[in-house]
């Protein structure tokens, strides 16, 4: 039989695929022979790889199984001498029932079905997949580097550093060993992040299943935990290629072992104890689902149907991942149980847990494995700067508005038990960023994009060129003028810049595919500010025939915002203005600032921005205005101090 490079205990004799692995040591003696070894049935090489993962977790689970019907018939033995001289019938017959129970027990249970898993849960199967894939690579190369290369006509010839037919070649082997697994590790990697890009997981799904075999469970391929966890795991596989191709040159990339992992997804799995006292979950070998105590659906359950509904309401993709993150968060510390199960308790301790944990914990190394609870005592216990209390109450919000929707839905919902966990803060919203000061506007409309630059890409270098059709030059002069927000600004098409009874107006709204509003109130008019004209922003019209902005592309979020922004921070730092307080959204408070200023009515403001107007006006949203008035009251807004004559079009 000859050995397949780069997989593990998959060989091949003539065009058959075989599954061979030793026999551990410590049970050699009792399995009664050293190497296991049978037929894959397939002459494909892909379909092979695929066979031999499955193989190799029965496998494993068989030398398993071996351990415990040893360690059960050594305990059973010891029991019955124990009982030998025991007169008692009865007694024997209890003595002879344990042993059968405990042979019983160790017979191997089918996969558990799971409906869904935990955002947790499925990064801990994707760590599972880059660590077995890791311990992979470590076997071949303690056991020989293997490498193939070409040999006469089409056949392959496999060889290793020590095999006798190269003669004294053995270091040209391994050279060659070690520049085709570079080369293997490069393409996968290079294949996988392309497939990654484009959301195609199909190469993973045989790895996935594999993964959840390991556990003992099974996922339903129809949920959304699914499809989250081909891609977790497609972006592991990537991420153990770049860790393959570190110890090609010379480094160990660190990674648990799977063993490890395996134990920390068993302990997650294995569902609370209907009674107190229950030994169920300590004594099965895979995690046995407890019958239901009510009749009202699980959490995670309802998570997806206030999810889907979510998204006929015009929810980005962005949003409604943060809201699963923010729930399965929530199930992660609490447990995935019927929605009337959870109390106040249940959302005090998420609460609090909140409270410890520092932003983006689960990327921190020190916490991203270890249960929602652990992470936060450790994090305090490190003295790790804690989430914002804007963050926390994201997460509390969340929660609230799902039980909240639970609540309307369900009969088995009597209180709300995030009602009242909002914490209060010390700050308004009006706190969290600043306005403009007049000195920031007049450095940011004095750089080299409208003053004159070198190019669209060397746009903070002086030079001859105004770059007065790109999004650089026009989005922070509409933000200016308009207080709207940046994504309402990226999204705008030719034909939401219309005339209304003579005036030019800005229309948002979120007719077309790409186009999104935050409320209802958010869809308003507004007219083109007089300075916007004189700039010239008709004629930048006229010159378009689609979106203002095409040249700006929507980031995988689904907003346009998320890749300008990164543009719109590195000009702020280029001009001097970078503060922690300072962004594109400060544009709306400069706006509200001048809108004071020069007495536009705190309602017309706000219908001019898309707040909402509150009361039964709230019914008709922001547009009950005649266009003629608010052109009468942006007419007013001024930004003193602020002289843009000099980006002005001439005649």
Request: neutral net charge; charged residues 30%.
């Amino acid at each position: 039989m000859e050995a397949v490079t780069g997989h593990t205990n998959l060989v091949r004799r003539g065009a058959v695929y075989y599954h061979r692995c030793k026999v551990p040591t410590d049970i050699v003696e009792t399995y009664g022979r050293r190497e296991v070894t049978y037929s894959l049935k397939t002459r494909d090489l892909a379909e092979a790889v695929r066979r031999v993962k499955v193989a190799a977790v029965e496998t494993l689970k068989a030398f398993d199984d071996h351990r415990r019907k040893v360690a059960a018939e050594k305990a059973a033995e010891a029991a019955a001498a124990a009982r030998a001289a025991v007169s008692d019938p009865i007694e024997r017959l209890l003595a002879a029932g344990e042993a059968m129970a405990a042979n019983d027990a160790d017979e191997r249970a089918e996969l558990v079905a799971y409906s869904t898993l935990s955002r947790s849960q499925l990064n801990l199967f994707a760590e599972l997949h880059r660590s077995i894939r890791l311990e992979d690579d470590e076997d071949a190369r303690f056991n020989g580097f293997k490498a193939v290369r070409p040999g006469p006509g089409s056949d392959m010839l496999l060889f290793t550093a020590d095999d006798e037919r190269l003669s004294g070649k053995r270091a040209h082997a391994t050279e060659y060993a070690l520049a085709e697994s570079k080369a293997r590790a490069f393409l996968t990697g290079s294949f996988l992040r392309g497939k990654l890009a484009r959301g195609q997981y199909g190469d993973v799904e045989g790895t996935a299943e594999d993964c959840l075999a390991a556990a003992g469970i099974s996922l339903d391929v129809e949920s959304r935990a699914w499809r989250s966890l081909l891609r977790l795991v497609q972006v592991a596989e990537v991420q153990a290629m770049a860790d393959i191709q570190a110890r090609n040159e010379g480094k160990e990339p660190e990674h648990r072992g799977s063993d490890e992992i395996l134990t920390e997804i068993a302990a997650s799995l294995v569902p609370k104890p209907v009674e107190p006292n229950s030994t169920v979950a300590a004594t099965s070998p895979h995690p046995i689902p407890i019958a239901p105590v009510s009749a009202a659906p699980t959490l995670s359950e309802v998570r997806d149907q206030w999810i889907e509904e979510g998204k006929a309401k015009e929810w980005s993709p962005k949003t409604g991942e943060a809201r699963v993150i923010m729930v399965d968060l929530f199930i992660a510390c609490a447990g995935d149980r019927p929605i009337d199960s959870y109390s106040k308790a249940d959302a005090r301790t998420f609460k609090d847990a909140l409270a410890s944990l520092p932003a983006n914990w689960s990327k921190t190394k020190s916490l991203r494995t270890l249960p929602v609870a652990a992470a936060a005592k450790k994090a305090k216990a490190d003295g790790m700067t804690p989430m914002s209390v804007t963050n926390v109450n994201k997460h509390l919000n969340c929660l609230y508005a799902l039980m909240a929707w639970a609540a309307k839905h369900y009969d088995e919902i009597e209180r709300n038990p995030f009602d009242g966990m909002r914490v209060d803060k010390k700050t308004t919203a009006r706190d969290e960023r600043d306005p403009f000061a007049i000195d920031d506007l007049k450095r940011m409309f004095a750089a080299p994009i409208f003053r004159g630059c070198q190019s669209e890409w060397h746009w903070s270098t002086p030079g001859a060129v105004v770059l007065r059709d790109s999004p650089k030059f026009w989005v922070p002069l509409i933000g200016l003028f308009t207080g709207a927000r940046l994504n309402e600004i990226l999204q705008l098409y030719r034909d939401d810049i219309v005339d209304v009874d003579g005036a030019l107006c800005i229309r948002i709204c979120a007719e077309k595919d790409d186009q999104r509003v935050k409320t209802a109130s958010s869809r308003r008019l507004i007219p083109v500010h007089a300075e916007l004209l004189r700039i010239g922003f008709r004629a930048f019209v006229a010159s378009k025939s689609g979106r203002l902005f095409d040249t700006v592309e929507k980031a995988p979020d689904g907003y346009y915002s998320s890749t300008f922004s990164k543009h719109f921070v590195r000009f702020l730092d280029s001009v001097g203005v970078k503060r922690p307080k300072v962004s594109f959204h400060s544009f709306r408070h400069t706006f509200e600032d001048a809108c004071r200023a020069c007495g536009v009515p705190h309602d017309v403001m706000n219908a001019l921005q898309g707040h909402s107007q509150g009361g039964m006006s709230d019914r008709y949203g922001g547009g009950q205005y005649p266009v003629a008035r608010l052109v009468e009251e942006m007419g007013k807004l001024r930004h003193a101090g602020l002289d843009l004559s000099a980006l002005a079009v001439v005649p």
